[in-house]
């Protein structure tokens, strides 16, 4: 086996993580979009200004169908935010591109899913009207939903991107030359829409049934579901690779015919009411909101004395940041690197966590992350059960995670913050930089820009 052999796994291997981080990463521009339609969802809930709240009937049943309108389009803003956030040098095009393909494949797809033995029954809307005279007739494009979800969206935006990077500097003939270049990609991805509308219609009666049944196997499998998940969340972090499961788990898996039509997606189904839902967000609350907060302190408190106040400044405010948002790469990239060992055990207390309140009957949602501010919109939700237990669970985690941690920082001498030798900078996060930065894990693309911009100068001097 000569070297060139050798060394071509490791490259295809790497190759193919840094597409997952640019795919986990590009992610995090729609996910962005749900703490405004969550907050407007809830705030038009019943019990928020609705009959059981304020009393506000017309204004929350307009501000609810304003967070409806967005949590209903989220595959569109899926394709629109991943083909962004996906392709290098990325513009308005690359937007445009998106919103096109995925308009082309969604009706194409539905057409081909109206005609299906297998899904017309369940893509077909028999009933238009509500049965309360106030509410509005619900018809959606034609009476026909899309089982595709933000799945659908997500390989639009991927196949948009790639058609982007593919064609943005395509050159026509001169009577064509109008459509050249960034304008040409709207077009062929008008064609790639249609491609995948039709393939997609012929395959997803068995690729569908087989997300469907993965999603109830783990979703039904209870403790056990909810564990495993908690464990490939942290462990696919340092990566930028979960925001993939959650996509899933968060928007995929799981159905409830809610008020407003079928929903799926444990974040959805648990918005819409969903008496079933928020048994696999649950067990976040006690890690993101407490425990991580501990480990933080353990850090600050295991800092030798003339390093603390720096230390401390940043972990402080790494840890409210954690309270209060539910934002914890801060404080999980401070010791994921130095000390594994360390990022191994938080890997298995957000299994226990998730998997302990699952068992417990514990459900409790979030729209954007498991933090103060939604603990706090979501509380008094008629499906929100165990809060007492989840609260005490938190506090628990405070202290286990502040011990534990201390004890093993200071036992095997991890170079924490602080701890480095001295001269070394340290290796925290700054809490006031970008969420997506610390999320990105090891990912790395200016290589990449500069090769870009180079070839970019070289086109335009040659012009």
Partial sequence: MTSTTVDSAPRRGSSALAVLQRIG?????????????ALLLRFGQADMLGDDGLGWTRVA?????????????????????????????????????????????????????????ELKDSVLITTVTSEDPLETAQVINWGVTNPTQVLGGILMGVIAALLYQRYYRIKLPTWLAFFGGRRFVPIITAVAG????????????????????????????????????GVINRLLLPFGLHHIP?????FVFGTFE???????????????????????????????????????????????????????????????????????????????????????????????????????????????????????????????????????????????????????????????PGREPEGEESSAVDPAAEPEMAAAGTGGEKGDEKKEAAKDSAEASDG
């Fill in 25 to 37: 990463r590009s992610l995090m521009l729609p996910i962005a979009v749900l703490p405004a339609a």
């Fill in 61 to 117: 049943e307009v501000v609810g169908e304003a967070g409806n309108a967005l949590f209903a389009a989220l595959p569109l803003l899926f394709a629109v935010g991943v083909a962004i956030g996906f392709a290098r040098k990325s513009d308005g095009s690359t937007a445009l591109a998106a919103v096109v393909g995925y308009l082309v494949f969604d009706r194409v797809s539905k057409i081909m899913f109206s005609h299906s033995d």
């Fill in 194 to 229: 249609l491609a995948l509308g039709i393939v997609i219609g012929l395959i997803w009666p068995v690729l569908g049934s087989w997300l469907t049944d993965f999603g109830e196997w783990i979703t039904g499998a209870g403790a056990a579901g909810a564990g495993i998940y």
């Fill in 246 to 250: 959650n996509s899933l788990i968060w």
């Fill in 258 to 416: 809610g008020p407003d039509g079928t929903v799926t997606g444990e974040i959805n189904r648990y918005l819409a009411g969903d008496p079933d839902a928020g048994g696999f967000l649950a067990g976040f609350f006690p890690v993101l909101m407490f425990g991580l907060p501990g480990a933080a302190l353990a850090i600050w408190r295991a800092a030798p004395p003339h390093r603390r106040p720096a230390v401390g400044g940043i972990m402080v405010s790494a840890g409210l940041t954690a309270f209060i948002t539910g934002v914890t790469e801060p404080i999980e990239f401070a010791f994921m690197f130095v000390a594994p060992v360390l990022y191994g055990v938080h890997v298995v207390l957000t299994g226990i966590s998730m998997a302990v309140l699952e068992a417990a009957g514990a459900q409790l949602g979030f729209g954007f992350s498991a933090g103060f501010i939604d603990l706090l919109l979501n509380a008094r939700k008629d499906n929100t059960e165990q809060l007492l237990l989840i609260l005490g669970m938190g506090v628990l985690y405070f202290f286990l995670y502040y011990f534990i941690f201390k004890f093993m920082i200071e036992k095997f001498d991890f170079a924490t």
